[in-house]
């Protein structure tokens, strides 16, 4: 009996499918069967867990972290792209309405109605890290072709009323000092409380005005002008204190082959 249930049991080990055998069990086999044509198909048992662990990290779902940059530091763009959602739109915060507004345009409600819409709009910001409170929910309709809407007005612990935006000349002046091109430039200066330029001088090519006596004054090349016109706006709009609603971009020239670029305050 006890040589029949050792027989047994190799028979049930060697009946098993090459794949179900364990790593161990494979590489047994293979050493004592070296000519044959198998291969190991499995992996130490450690290394599945390792494998098994880096892919549960690839899968595991990449959402919007709150943590990762706090609200003071955030700009209404990055506000509104942080907030907004493929169900729902973010509008901004309303003084009026003394929180954070969110909207949904529809045809048809289908069921839904306003207090389900910001009941949706505190769960989705309650997964990002926010915490909630629903102060105000109103379905918008409106006959067609005009835009029917629920809306929903927020407020969290973590967002604050952002902050107005201001023409600080000071910010201004050190964010320009970090404009560069490749020629001699001085520093930025506050040329008044709505005014702040840097010079450059010799940027690009120059010529020389007709029936000028001397060079003192030359007049800058249209390519030249075009191309650190179009430079410098780019670099203006990715600058983190640049608000086109209050702010204007500007180039001038003076004499000397000297340009001035400079940010002025707009006259709302």
Do not use: C
Not at 104 to 114: A, C, D, L, P, V
Not at 117 to 142: C, H, M, Q
Not at 149 to 178: C, H, M, R, W
């Amino acid at each position: 009996m006890k040589y029949l249930s050792q027989i047994q049991f190799e028979f049930i080990k060697e009946a098993r499918k090459w794949q179900d055998l364990s790593y161990d069990e494979q590489k047994g086999y293979l050493s004592r069967h070296p000519r044959s044509k198998r291969r190991l198909t499995t992996k130490p048992k450690q290394q599945e867990q390792e494998v098994k662990q880096v892919e549960q990290e690839v899968e595991k779902p990449k959402t919007k972290t709150f943590e990762k940059q706090p609200a003071e530091s955030m700009s209404k763009s990055q506000l509104k792209k942080f907030l907004s959602d493929n169900t729902f739109s973010f509008k901004g915060y309303s003084n009026k309405k003394g929180g954070f507004v969110f909207r949904k345009s529809y045809f048809y409600r289908h069921g839904q109605t306003e207090d389900k819409f910001a009941e949706n709009v505190k769960v989705k910001t309650e997964s990002l890290g926010l915490t909630p409170t629903v102060i105000d929910s109103t379905d918008r309709w409106a006959p067609w072709p005009k835009d029917s809407y629920f809306e929903a007005v927020l407020t969290f612990e973590q967002l604050k009323k952002p902050k107005e935006s201001k023409f600080s000349t000071d910010d201004i002046k050190q964010g320009l000092n970090n404009l560069s091109f490749s020629s001699y430039k001085t520093d930025a200066n506050i040329v008044n409380d709505n005014r702040v330029e840097i010079g450059f001088r010799d940027l690009g090519k120059w010529h020389s005005r007709p029936y000028e006596e001397d060079d003192d004054y030359p007049e800058w090349s249209a390519e030249s002008k075009e191309k650190y016109t179009n430079k410098f706006k780019q670099w203006v709009s990715e600058q983190p204190w640049y608000d086109p609603k209050i702010m204007n971009p500007y180039i001038s020239t003076s004499e000397k082959a000297w340009v001035f670029f400079g940010i002025e305050k707009k006259n709302n």
